[in-house]
């Protein structure tokens, strides 16, 4: 699933470390593909860099790392039939 503003702002974590994205007004499925998951992380990674030098919150390299770990995780697990019907 594609996030069309996939920021620090639309993240959402529990106590138990839980995490949930928030804001799915202009995403949408997309065929699978690298180039569009590599802007999107992109993104993401400037929103939470951007909030750690701030000062409002603390994101180093190794949450980044498990960020990506949990990401590419998920992508093993994804339905290759289910990426197929995507738009």
């Given amino acids: ?36 998951r590599r802007a999107n992380l992109a993104r993401l990674r400037r929103s939470l860099d951007k909030i750690s030098r701030d000062g409002r919150a603390r994101f180093d390299e190794a949450g980044w ?15 290759p039939a289910a990426a197929a019907d995507a738009p």
Avoid: M
């Fill in 1 to 36: 699933v594609w996030h069309a503003d996939l920021n620090a702002h639309n993240l959402q974590i529990s106590g138990a470390d839980e995490v949930f994205l928030l804001d799915f007004d202009r995403g949408r499925r997309r065929h699978d593909g690298p180039g569009w």
């Fill in 65 to 79: 790392r498990a960020l990506e770990a949990g990401y590419a995780g998920r992508l093993k697990r994804t339905d």
